[in-house]
């Protein structure tokens, strides 16, 4: 049984700090999302959200996409039952709810950012990989929601999309088709991006119109 993470009263945290890494692999880490300030369930982020950590020996920033997310109990044996109560009642007569559940999120690394110098830039503007890194983020590493600036920049390029139609034991087209969407929306409207995009996909899909049509279909510009 997964014992939930130490909590303690911190009115200095970032405010993109949503969880700690509980798991880590090659290709993707399992992060536990912080218990709330407030009396509440944990921020559960949304399918495609784009997350990032820190491979702490190496210095480099982890980048990931947030493909499955789960709220359950703290308890592994026993479930959660319906308790006929809305939100405002649970605060109310039982608090205790809050503090036996968990929220924990999934998300496959696309990429990641060194903090060596290049060309004189500082480690904030490091270069961008778009391939699985040495090393995916120690345990208990703070994970961090990516600011829009991020997610542009790293966008630039589309390699991260292979990376991400090769997934295993996930939705991957609906994946890929809500971050297409995320950025698209985040470069606000950018038809040339969206174009590039598209043709990216149809060569990485040639020999699946089938699949590719379904993934395009999902992409509402």
Known sequence: MRLPLPQFANTNRHKNYIAEVIETATTEFLAQCLEPEELDFPMMPAFGTWVKSEDEQSGNQIYGVVYYATTLPIDSVHRARALGMSLAQLREQQPQIFA????????????????????????????????????????????????????????????????????????????????????????KADRNWLVQAGRNMSVLLRDDYDRLKIILGQIHP
């Open 100 to 187: 036996m559940l968990k929220t924990e999120f999934r998300a496959a690394i696309v990429g990641f950012k060194s903090q060596e110098e290049l060309n004189g830039s500082t480690a904030e503007n490091g270069r961008i990989y778009q391939y699985l890194p040495p090393r995916p983020p120690q345990i208990h590493q703070a994970v961090y929601l990516c600011e829009p600036e991020e997610i542009v920049r790293f966008s630039e390029k589309l390699d991260f999309l292979r990376t991400l139609l090769q997934l295993f034991n996930a939705p991957v087209d609906a994946l890929v088709a809500a971050t297409i969407r995320e950025i698209y929306q985040l470069r």
